[in-house]
Nanobody, 126 residues
Framework: QVQLVESGGGLVQPGGSLRLSCAAS????????CGWFRQAPGKEREFVAA????????YYADSVKGRFTISRDNAKNTVYLQMNSLKPEDTATYYC???????????????????WGQGTQVTVVS
């Protein structure tokens, strides 16, 4: 059984930065694609970023490209999301996910497949 625990969310002003972490338990972490999704109140969950098992391939939603960076440390079973130049529209609950699919297919990942964390809240407000 794999468990994912997100941390690092909080309240930040527009233009600020946050770094989210997702710590995984279980031996399958290093062989899986990791991703971040987010869901704002009243909206559907949307893909943010994904990274392959080695960290050599990343994939981003257009809305965060150039501002967010996904990375991973397999020795620590942890995936990160560095978020810079935050905007109010980035406000959402952020979830990490783990699956066997390639990063570029993660946007279509079903909520019932793979493994998901419980989420961490990010609020961007003046």
């Amino acid at each position: 059984q794999v468990q994912l625990v997100e941390s690092g969310g909080g309240l930040v002003q527009p233009g600020g930065s946050l770094r989210l972490s997702c710590a995984a338990s279980g031996w399958t972490f290093s062989r899986r694609t990791c991703g971040w999704f987010r869901q704002a109140p009243g909206k559907e969950r949307e893909f943010v970023a994904a990274i392959n098992w080695s960290g050599g391939t990343t994939y981003y939603a257009d809305s965060v490209k150039g501002r967010f960076t996904i990375s991973r440390d397999n020795a620590k079973n942890t995936v990160y999301l560095q978020m810079n130049s935050l905007k109010p529209e980035d406000t959402a609950t952020y979830y990490c996910a783990l699956d066997t699919v390639p990063p570029y297919t993660m946007p279509s990942m079903s909520p019932t497949s793979g493994y998901w964390g419980q989420g961490t809240q990010v609020t961007v407000v003046s």
